[in-house]
């Protein structure tokens, strides 16, 4: 049996940063499906796992604990398979970093698909985005991150900080090539963590087979359709 339960939807965005995490600590889950998704979604609160509104939902099988929205299942995650710094500012900084990168998808999907990329908007945002490229490098600047060296937070190994930030970058410039330009010239401190860490054996491998089972999509439905016509 597996460790974990996941419900997202076959595409990476939200989903890969909880997959990426599980890969890394070795665990084993089993993921479902659109209609078991939609399944939990339309039937009463009171008979969901954990009462939400949409995925992400992770369930952990051993402790029968349910929880959902992706920051919170991240640093549950963090703590659950001790990947988290040991002082509670290098927890807060993780949680800082969680949120962020979930603000970085907001932002490209305009909330959701609320609206619809033009070029006009596109070419208003790159300075943004390009600023949330240099808030991580920032980040891992003052904690001694190289571009050939070190990670996020200082730390020894590996954490939360890390991998979230190299799927944050990784996923949509390996999906988006104008985009991978922007992240390279904003920071290559950032480009070099995300390729270190997402060269690593357990996210090399998740990364090839998101691409075998979700292709080249990225966050699904007309707002990605609508990114790809300005940074496709």
Known sequence: MSDFDLYYWPVPFRGQFIRGILAHCGCSWDEHGVDAIEGIMDCGVEKQ???FMGPPVLIDR????????????V?????????????????MLSAKIVNDANDVLDELTLNGGR???????????V?????????????????????????MLGTEKIGVADIV???????IADRFPAIKVLIEDASPIIWGLSRRVGATAPLAALNSKSFEDYGNAYCGGEIEKSLRKVAG
């Open 75 to 91: 640093i549950y995650l963090g703590e659950r398979l001790d990947i988290l710094p040991t002082t509670v500012e290098g927890r």
């Open 165 to 171: 930030t190299a799927i944050l970058w990784t996923t």
């Open 115 to 125: 609206e619809m990329w033009t070029p006009e908007k596109w070419e208003e945002f």
């Open 49 to 51: 796992p954990v009462a």
């Open 62 to 73: 051993e402790r029968n604990f349910a929880i959902s929205q992706m920051p919170v299942i």
């Open 127 to 151: 300075p943004r985005f390009r600023k949330w490229v240099r808030i991580f490098a920032d980040t891992g600047a003052r904690n001694g991150l190289s571009a050939t060296s070190g990670f």
